[in-house]
């Protein structure tokens, strides 16, 4: 099969689990005590007043209804008005993407820079006390809260020793760097752990290889095995564990957006479920949950990059 | 503080007899939650309720003490003879923002909007007026029937002045979205507040730029107000918004952790400031014969309810929770600092043995079960529980917790499924009727969701409501409060000030005891 029907078949698959995740954030979002005209309204308002809001905001028509209005309208790309920020949800949306996706591709890439040579110095010195000091602290790195890390990043890295700053998130793509970059380390410690252990034992494994020994035997210099052979090989697991940890990193923007005050997707998901902001938390479920299995694609597609024995099927 | 103090009162002596005043600069300000819409009547949360006073002017203002109203926009005020209607004269030459001439058909367009029901959340609070006209520079507003608080009320954010021209020339089919039209827009000319809104970035961050209009004066003699402007940063996280100021990237954070306040009183670059407030924290109680689930109540006894209270040792809640930042409250209705408040200190002092007897008296049995609904992830609930469980555990209570969110506890409170839960209250207006009428009034909100039905106190409300007479006002709550703290609906638990951390480089700011944001006067030399 040719990627691109490949990519055609996936995104057709993707059909029926969207239905499925639209199902279960529509019903999640309203098995929550409160709803939106309780919140919006504030405790004070009167029972009236409340019933209201319900009518204006179409609360009270038959669950059905309400159902097929949102399936409908997200289907034609309207995913509503949001409730708490009184405009579009696609528009708060689109504002609000691009600073997470930023935040999560730089945790990526912070993450795969920090365990790739970490899990390679790992393997080649195994046992000895390289090898022991960076899995001990990445150990440590695994057992703490990640807004705990991100205020102990803030409070020595930018408030004392003032090499960051502990605020805002920059206007060009330089200044997005060293403004995200705390937030995107709090991130990326913890998923550069995971990625630094799967990665430490994949090239163990490949290096024990008979490939790798016979390379070796051939008198092939150390630099192109690693590279060519080892590398490749050990890639193909880890590749598997950075996508699946996709997710992770998202639900880890709800926190570190927070702490570090940064105005993306993340933060604004608290406050949408806060103020039971039904259609913005939905269109941002619906955000999510196509990123990441965007995500899960490109890994498939360039897992079969890494690995010619897998097909695409 | 004192230290503060005492230094500039040392340096105001040394540079005597003039000194020149500070001007000019932007003052960087860490906001705990951002404002959505800032527009008098659809200010509906405190973010944009607090900030309401910087972009618009109302017809007269509170005074310091908030027991009295001075000049406004109106620069005097009339009420008559049979209470049933007022004029107010205008002052001359207002102008918006935008250079625009404030008039009486501006006023009239801003209290119509202010008082339909179907544009602001707020217009019960307007009931009593009839209609509003306007000759020249003379406005009448003729009431159905004499409104004690109508005055305060024209104090008071929801009727402030907008601009009608600006609202004509805005596009939008509805008043709505006209407002947020002009919101979104970013346009000077809507209101004639000492700051305009120049800058606005959904969650992230807002400007206000000086109104070069502004008609109050500073101390010398030229207008309001001393700053360029004020540069608002959301940061919700109280940690990140402390150390943002710590390192200098802001010169004031609010909101600052009880918890925080001593270690920022010793920080040498930090002025720590408690603005007294009229916030109380007090926890609502279950008074209904039967839960919601059909059980007895425990809690519908009032000696019950007594019991707790005198069980509840307030000045160790207040040395846990708010490391000392705090005072019982005197008043069962409201804070200290609000108009009528009886001073009935001390309210239920701390006593076992009358707790004791009174839950023997009511035959409660020991190891009776008691939830208590907090706030999830809020370390203050997580304390006040930890403390009244073991507070309450000698008189045979067994308190356990129920942690929710917001939305959850406003939806309990709503249904009175609970039988004690947190919560919290600041006045939005400068009058004891509000948080009256809230905390005790039945047809508003079932006295604060308890259930607790008093005629006596509900007929004195509603005469209080239409009493002129300052001193017979004063006398119905008054009785008001004596009914409620013997029924005791409430926990009773304390009053706390609004505590905000400023640089050194910061003067002149306030924080009202309503909670308003006061930017008017303030100062910051870099």
């Given at each position: 099969m040719s990627s691109l029907t490949y990519i055609f078949k996936r995104l057709f698959l993707m059909?029926?689990?969207?239905?499925?995740?639209?199902?279960?954030?529509?019903?999640?979002?309203?098995?929550?005590?409160?709803?939106?005209?309780?919140?919006?309204?504030?405790?004070?308002?009167?029972?009236?007043?409340?019933?209201?809001?319900?009518?204006?905001?179409?609360?009270?028509?038959?669950?059905?209804?309400?159902?097929?209005?949102?399936?409908?309208?997200?289907?034609?790309?309207?995913?509503?008005?949001?409730?708490?920020?009184?405009?579009?949800?696609?528009?708060?949306?689109?504002?609000?993407?691009?600073?997470?996706?930023?935040?999560?591709?730089?945790?990526?890439?912070?993450?795969?820079?920090?365990?790739?040579?970490?899990?390679?110095?790992?393997?080649?010195?195994?046992?000895?006390?390289?090898?022991?000091?960076?899995?001990?602290?990445?150990?440590?790195?695994?057992?703490?809260?990640?807004?705990?890390?991100?205020?102990?990043?803030?409070?020595?890295?930018?408030?004392?020793?003032?090499?960051?700053?502990?605020?805002?998130?920059?206007?060009?793509?330089?200044?997005?760097?060293?403004?995200?970059?705390?937030?995107?380390?709090?991130?990326?410690?913890?998923?550069?752990?995971?990625?630094?252990?799967?990665?430490?034992?994949?090239?163990?494994?490949?290096?024990?290889?008979?490939?790798?020994?016979?390379?070796?035997?051939?008198?092939?210099?150390?630099?192109?095995?690693?590279?060519?052979?080892?590398?490749?090989?050990?890639?193909?697991?880890?590749?598997?564990?950075?996508?699946?940890?996709?997710?992770?990193?998202?639900?880890?923007?709800?926190?570190?957006?927070?702490?570090?005050?940064?105005?993306?997707?993340?933060?604004?998901?608290?406050?949408?479920?806060?103020?039971?902001?039904?259609?913005?938390?939905?269109?941002?479920?619906?955000?999510?949950?196509?990123?990441?299995?965007?995500?899960?694609l490109?890994?498939d597609?360039?897992?079969?990059?890494?690995?010619?024995?897998?097909?695409l099927q | 503080?004192?230290?503060?103090?005492?230094?500039?009162?040392?340096?105001?002596?040394?540079?005597?007899?003039?000194?020149?005043?500070?001007?000019?600069?932007?003052?960087?300000?860490?906001?705990?939650?951002?404002?959505?819409?800032?527009?008098?009547?659809?200010?509906?949360?405190?973010?944009?309720?607090?900030?309401?006073?910087?972009?618009?002017?109302?017809?007269?203002?509170?005074?310091?003490?908030?027991?009295?109203?001075?000049?406004?926009?109106?620069?005097?005020?009339?009420?008559?003879?049979?209470?049933?209607?007022?004029?107010?004269?205008?002052?001359?030459?207002?102008?918006?923002?935008?250079?625009?001439?404030?008039?009486?058909?501006?006023?009239?367009?801003?209290?119509?909007?202010?008082?339909?029901?179907?544009?602001?959340?707020?217009?019960?609070?307007?009931?009593?007026?009839?209609?509003?006209?306007?000759?020249?520079?003379?406005?009448?507003?003729?009431?159905?029937?004499?409104?004690?608080?109508?005055?305060?009320?024209?104090?008071?954010?929801?009727?402030?002045?907008?601009?009608?021209?600006?609202?004509?020339?805005?596009?939008?089919?509805?008043?709505?979205?006209?407002?947020?039209?002009?919101?979104?827009?970013?346009?000077?000319?809507?209101?004639?507040?000492?700051?305009?809104?120049?800058?606005?970035?959904?969650?992230?961050?807002?400007?206000?730029?000086?109104?070069?209009?502004?008609?109050?004066?500073?101390?010398?003699?030229?207008?309001?107000?001393?700053?360029?402007?004020?540069?608002?940063?959301?940061?919700?996280?109280?940690?990140?918004?402390?150390?943002?100021?710590?390192?200098?990237?802001?010169?004031?954070?609010?909101?600052?952790?009880?918890?925080?306040?001593?270690?920022?009183?010793?920080?040498?670059?930090?002025?720590?400031?408690?603005?007294?407030?009229?916030?109380?924290?007090?926890?609502?109680?279950?008074?209904?014969?039967?839960?919601?689930?059909?059980?007895?109540?425990?809690?519908?006894?009032?000696?019950?309810?007594?019991?707790?209270?005198?069980?509840?040792?307030?000045?160790?809640?207040?040395?846990?929770?708010?490391?000392?930042?705090?005072?019982?409250?005197?008043?069962?209705?409201?804070?200290?600092?609000?108009?009528?408040?009886?001073?009935?200190?001390?309210?239920?002092?701390?006593?076992?043995?009358?707790?004791?007897?009174?839950?023997?008296?009511?035959?409660?049995?020991?190891?009776?079960?008691?939830?208590?609904?907090?706030?999830?992830?809020?370390?203050?609930?997580?304390?006040?529980?930890?403390?009244?469980?073991?507070?309450?555990?000698?008189?045979?209570?067994?308190?356990?917790?129920?942690?929710?969110?917001?939305?959850?506890?406003?939806?309990?409170?709503?249904?009175?499924?609970?039988?004690?839960?947190?919560?919290?209250?600041?006045?939005?207006?400068?009058?004891?009727?509000?948080?009256?009428?809230?905390?005790?009034?039945?047809?508003?909100?079932?006295?604060?969701?308890?259930?607790?039905?008093?005629?006596?106190?509900?007929?004195?409300?509603?005469?209080?409501?239409?009493?002129?007479?300052?001193?017979?006002?004063?006398?119905?709550?008054?009785?008001?409060?004596?009914?409620?703290?013997?029924?005791?609906?409430?926990?009773?638990?304390?009053?706390?000030?609004?505590?905000?951390?400023?640089?050194?480089?910061?003067?002149?700011?306030?924080?009202?005891?309503?909670?308003?944001?006061?930017?008017?006067?303030?100062?910051?030399?870099?």
């Amino acid at each position: 099969m040719s990627s691109l029907t490949y990519i055609f078949k996936r995104l057709f698959l993707m059909i029926p689990t969207f239905f499925l995740v639209m199902v279960i954030i529509f019903l999640l979002v309203r098995m929550l005590p409160g709803d939106p005209a309780i919140a919006m309204a504030g405790d004070r308002a009167s029972d009236a007043d409340i019933q209201a809001i319900r009518e204006r905001l179409g609360l009270t028509q038959p669950m059905v209804v309400q159902f097929w209005l949102f399936l409908s309208n997200t289907v034609q790309g309207d995913l509503g008005r949001s409730i708490l920020m009184r405009s579009d949800v696609t528009t708060v949306i689109v504002d609000r993407l691009p600073i997470t996706v930023f935040l999560t591709v730089y945790s990526v890439v912070l993450s795969l820079l920090i365990a790739g040579p970490l899990a390679f110095v790992a393997a080649l010195n195994r046992g000895r006390w390289p090898d022991a000091v960076i899995r001990t602290v990445f150990q440590v790195g695994l057992s703490m809260p990640v807004f705990y890390i991100g205020l102990v990043l803030l409070t020595f890295l930018a408030a004392q020793l003032r090499l960051f700053p502990v605020g805002g998130y920059g206007d060009t793509f330089g200044e997005r760097l060293y403004h995200l970059f705390l937030p995107s380390v709090t991130v990326a410690l913890y998923t550069s752990a995971i990625i630094m252990r799967n990665l430490r034992s994949a090239i163990i494994e490949v290096l024990d290889a008979e490939y790798v020994q016979f390379a070796r035997a051939k008198g092939l210099p150390a630099r192109l095995i690693l590279g060519r052979h080892v590398l490749r090989n050990a890639l193909i697991s880890t590749v598997t564990l950075l996508g699946l940890s996709i997710g992770n990193l998202m639900s880890g923007t709800l926190v570190t957006e927070t702490v570090f005050a940064v105005p993306g997707m993340g933060r604004l998901m608290l406050e949408a479920i806060f103020a039971r902001d039904y259609p913005l938390i939905q269109g941002l479920t619906l955000t999510f949950a196509l990123l990441v299995s965007l995500v899960f694609l490109m890994t498939d597609l360039f897992q079969s990059r890494l690995d010619p024995r897998m097909r695409l099927q | 503080m004192l230290k503060t103090v005492l230094g500039m009162t040392i340096a105001a002596t040394l540079s005597m007899p003039a000194m020149a005043q500070e001007r000019g600069g932007t003052l960087n300000f860490a906001r705990y939650d951002g404002s959505r819409l800032i527009d008098p009547i659809y200010a509906d949360r405190n973010p944009d309720i607090w900030m309401v006073g910087s972009l618009f002017d109302t017809l007269l203002r509170g005074s310091a003490d908030g027991n009295s109203v001075e000049p406004g926009l109106a620069e005097s005020h009339a009420v008559s003879e049979d209470g049933k209607s007022v004029t107010l004269t205008l002052r001359e030459g207002v102008l918006f923002a935008d250079g625009s001439p404030m008039s009486g058909a501006d006023v009239v367009f801003s209290l119509d909007r202010a008082r339909n029901p179907d544009l602001s959340p707020w217009a019960g609070l307007l009931g009593s007026i009839d209609s509003v006209s306007a000759d020249g520079n003379s406005v009448t507003i003729a009431l159905s029937a004499p409104d004690p608080t109508l005055l305060s009320m024209l104090a008071t954010f929801n009727t402030a002045i907008v601009s009608k021209a600006a609202f004509d020339a805005a596009a939008g089919a509805t008043d709505q979205d006209k407002s947020a039209g002009i919101f979104a827009a970013k346009s000077a000319g809507v209101g004639s507040g000492p700051f305009y809104l120049c800058g606005f970035e959904q969650g992230a961050s807002m400007d206000f730029c000086a109104n070069e209009n502004y008609w109050r004066m500073g101390a010398d003699g030229k207008a309001l107000p001393y700053l360029d402007g004020v540069h608002f940063e959301i940061v919700p996280d109280d940690a990140t918004r402390i150390l943002r100021l710590q390192a200098g990237e802001v010169d004031a954070a609010e909101f600052i952790p009880f918890s925080r306040v001593a270690e920022l009183e010793a920080d040498p670059n930090i002025k720590m400031q408690l603005y007294p407030s009229t916030r109380i924290i007090y926890s609502p109680i279950n008074t209904r014969e039967a839960r919601a689930d059909g059980s007895p109540n425990p809690l519908a006894d009032a000696r019950v309810r007594q019991a707790l209270n005198y069980g509840t040792n307030k000045d160790a809640l207040i040395g846990v929770v708010l490391h000392g930042a705090g005072q019982p409250m005197s008043s069962p209705l409201m804070a200290k600092a609000t108009q009528y408040a009886a001073d009935m200190d001390p309210l239920y002092a701390y006593d076992m043995d009358k707790a004791k007897a009174l839950m023997s008296e009511a035959g409660v049995q020991p190891g009776t079960e008691v939830t208590l609904t907090t706030l999830a992830g809020s370390a203050d609930d997580a304390t006040i529980f930890a403390a009244l469980q073991q507070m309450w555990a000698p008189l045979g209570i067994n308190l356990v917790v129920e942690q929710v969110d917001g939305a959850t506890r406003g939806a309990k409170n709503r249904s009175g499924e609970f039988d004690i839960h947190t919560y919290g209250w600041v006045n939005d207006v400068n009058d004891p009727s509000q948080v009256v009428g809230w905390l005790g009034y039945t047809p508003t909100a079932k006295a604060v969701g308890t259930g607790w039905e008093n005629p006596e106190f509900n007929s004195l409300f509603e005469e209080a409501a239409k009493e002129m007479d300052p001193e017979a006002r004063k006398a119905k709550f008054a009785r008001m409060q004596e009914v409620y703290a013997e029924a005791a609906p409430l926990l009773f638990m304390y009053e706390t000030p609004f505590a905000v951390a400023v640089g050194n480089a910061v003067d002149g700011y306030v924080q009202t005891p309503l909670g308003n944001n006061i930017f008017d006067e303030a100062t910051v030399s870099r």
